[in-house]
């Protein structure tokens, strides 16, 4: 298609009439939970930020929404994804994408257009973006001058429990932990639930204060912080069926939790944390895993995704990987020194 046939629409906010449109795309549409606009809407909220949604449209019918955050930083004007710091992944909302754009040049010509709209832009940072959203490819991992940022793991469930564990590669790392979990079920009470995210057993807030300790106490960067708590409020008032929190009890004590989403038959394995060290011999985080992967596929849910992060044990479990990528470019002379200086941190990053 020419690229000049599709309409390119900016908007400032989001109104009802780019609501109503973000919610048909979601019908059908590739994204992942991040990316909806129950999310977006409502990370955004009550921020200061210039936010800019771009709409693309071919004979009315829309194909995908870049849902952008232009940050001011150090005296440059930065173009991202909505979230680039605090959420998993980034990306468009898109639906039939390959329909509309069917090479790498039309979208050259496409991204062309799009950036054009954007005055003053000394870099372009896209941050998180995977190459496939739930099985479609990302056009902005894929044409777009990426490098590898990450790893992430994720398991194409098994309609049975018991088979996906028998075709989990790694015999030695299954059987130890097989021997752990058998031997804390023989002698203690181990208890596994969902609960409602209006319980009054496990507050969302404790989770995530709790998650934030753990990280300040292994001085490992975050942003658990008070709007995070005010997001997953606002999250829970809007749609608690996003929402799954997941506990591991023993003898009576929660040893273990997550906050989890369930979104297009993924599930999100997104903030465990370990309230007590008391069993750390049986490796509760793990019992928990396997507690949440079986009832995963007792749901019929396609994958468990463990999200960003490539610790080894999520490795163990998975049996499907993929890369996150990054893209960046500059526009102007003080971006091209950030984009140098930029670089030659990677490269020296690889040796240290």
Known sequence: MITNQIDIKIYKDINDELKNSWLNLEKNGNLFIFQTYFFINNFIKGKNGNFIFVVLSSNNKIFCILPFHVEETFGLKILQWIGTKELDYCGPIMCDFKNFVTNEKHFEQLWDRIIKNFKNIDIIFLNKQLKTLNG???????YLNNYPFSKIYSINLNSNYENYLKEIENKKFLNEFKRIKKKLLSENKVEFFNLDPNNNVLAIDEIISEKA??????KIKHHLDDKMIQLFKNLKKENN?????SVLKINNEIIAANIGFIFQKRFYYYMPVTFSNKFNKFSPGKVLISYLIELSVNNRLAVFDFGLGDEN??????NNTNIILRHLDYKTFKGLAFYCLAKVYSFIKKFL
């Not at 069926?241 to 929190?245: A, H, L, S, T």
């Not at 044990?313 to 998975?318: A, I, L, N, Q, V």
Request: glycine share 0%; charged share 35%; aromatic share 24%.
């Open 213 to 218: 300790r753990y990280l300040d106490k292994k």
């Open 313 to 318: 044990y999520k490795k163990y479990w998975s």
């Open 136 to 142: 479609c490819e990302n056009p902005f991992a894929i």
């Open 241 to 245: 069926n996003f929402i799954k929190i």
